[in-house]
């Protein structure tokens, strides 16, 4: 499967008249079923490989007309409700590895939104940009997400998109044009504008939890964040408003530096631009390690060097690999806050959209009040008190916790995605 380079499958799709195709997970037989006998080697690939594969209920694929673009919608599991998630648009090696992303952002979202409390299910949209094209052409941009918008309709509302790496405001108001099934819409059609700001407040909640954890608070600790964009630049206010001592922080663009610098230009903050690749922040003397920018930074290389004893952060998929990585850090008796119990805020923020605004809506700052129990405060404690217990790295007991709360059938809808589903395969949605 890795040796298929994302052209090579097109062609395949391409010579066999394939323009949209569907993996959908029989539950009879506990197998992937592919919607063409053509296509059956990427279900038996699911059904052999399970490492990101986790009876994940439908995946909906389609190739555009025009420019060559694969897009898919990855719906993992929806008793909640409707899978919710953003569209991230990437360039891929090979099929195997996006097919493997789509697979585990999908699942991630199942954990974020149950342990969020929310009533969404988990599913994840993601398209392969065609690099022959500039990926800023607004023409191509334009074409492509008002397709996905197309795709969207098409599997009536089983998988409901947002904001992702990759995929800006403008592309979500194509998406719109074609479909209702989005939410992180631009807020000139009644979109609820850009969650950064709460996500910082669930990061900040989430190292107040782990400081409490161990007998502690934040005032007197330094802080090291890697990246100082959206997010980072309002958790670096909270963190001098609870009295830190000190706040070291890098980003890779110059001019944020140059910003950030300029607002806290009274406080304790060491601000420092760095080259790309340029990971010492993570090594800093320091109390708390927040990630920040991108993904993957804990890995067997960072991990022995890291000498914060909490790390708590904003960036998805910290950890590089899920299972040694987690063990690494609990081994080193360093205190892991899985990223998708705080940054849930941006996911909130979409998914509660469609149901109007108040000011100081309750239903959106409980998440951050210290007393809520699903709140990141209260979740964050009990993943670590279960973790203690249990003796199982943080992250495993975030997922189980997760992996509960997404069995729990929505209140009113009952697993109604999962009819939808099942309809499209009956209905054969692929014509
Ligand atoms: P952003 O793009 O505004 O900020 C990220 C910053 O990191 C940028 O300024 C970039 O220059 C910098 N950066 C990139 N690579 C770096 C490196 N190697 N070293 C240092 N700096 C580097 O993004 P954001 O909205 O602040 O989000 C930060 C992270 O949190 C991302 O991983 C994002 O996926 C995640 N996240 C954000 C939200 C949200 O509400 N914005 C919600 C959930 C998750």
């Known amino acids: ?87 991230r648009f990437w360039q891929y090696d090979n099929l195997e590895d996006y097919l493997r992303d789509g697979m585990r952002l999908g699942k991630g979202m199942t954990h974020k939104n149950a342990l969020a409390g929310l009533w969404w299910g988990g599913g994840k949209g993601v398209m392969v940009h065609n690099t022959d094209i500039d990926k800023n052409n607004p023409e191509y941009r334009e074409y492509i997400y008002t397709e996905y918008g197309k795709l969207l309709t098409s599997i009536k509302g089983c998988y409901v998109t947002a904001e992702d790496v990759g995929t800006s405001v403008e592309d979500m108001q194509s998406i719109y044009k074609t479909t209702r099934f989005t939410t992180c819409i631009p807020e000139n059609v009644g979109g609820s504008g850009n969650p950064s700001e709460p996500t910082s407040r669930g990061v900040l909640r989430g190292m107040e939890a782990a400081a409490a954890f161990l007998g502690e608070n934040l005032e007197g600790k330094t802080i090291a964040v890697q990246g100082m964009g959206h997010v980072a630049e309002p958790l670096i206010k909270h963190l001098f408003d609870k009295n830190v001592a000190k706040v070291i922080a890098n980003d890779i663009n110059p001019d944020v530096v140059k ?96 149901y109007g605004y108040v000011n100081d809506d309750e239903y959106f700052e409980r998440h951050l009040t210290k007393e809520w129990n699903q709140g990141v405060y209260q979740t964050t404690l009990s993943v670590l ?46 014509k």
């Open 385 to 430: 008190k279960e973790a203690k217990e249990t003796g199982q790295p943080t992250s495993k007991a975030a997922i189980k916790q997760a992996t509960d709360l997404s069995m729990e059938l929505h209140p009113v809808f009952g697993h109604r995605s999962l009819k939808i589903i099942e309809s499209l395969v009956k209905e054969k949605w692929f």
């Open 1 to 87: 499967m890795n040796s298929i380079t994302i052209p090579t499958f097109i062609n395949t799709l391409k010579e066999n008249n394939i323009n949209r195709f569907h993996l959908v997970y029989n539950q009879q037989n506990n197998k992937v079923e592919s919607s063409h006998e053509e296509l059956q080697f990427l279900a038996d690939f699911m059904n052999n490989d399970t490492r990101d594969f986790e009876e994940h209920e439908g995946m909906f694929f389609q190739l555009t007309e025009k420019y060559d673009v694969l897009q898919g919608a990855f719906v993992h599991r929806t008793k909640r409700g409707q899978a919710a998630g953003g569209v």
């Open 259 to 354: 910003a950030v610098k300029v607002k806290f230009s009274d406080k304790n903050l060491d601000a420092r631009i760095t080259e790309k690749g340029d990971n010492s922040i993570l090594f800093e003397e320091c109390d708390i390690l927040a990630p920040c920018a991108t993904g993957a930074t804990l890995n067997k290389t960072s991990i022995p060097k890291i000498k914060a004893k909490i790390v708590c952060g904003a960036a998805n998929n910290q950890l590089e690999d899920h299972d040694k990585d987690d063990k690494a850090l609990a081994d080193k008796g360093i205190i892991y806050v899985p990223d998708f119990l705080t940054n849930r805020m941006g996911i909130v923020n979409c998914a509660n959209e469609q």
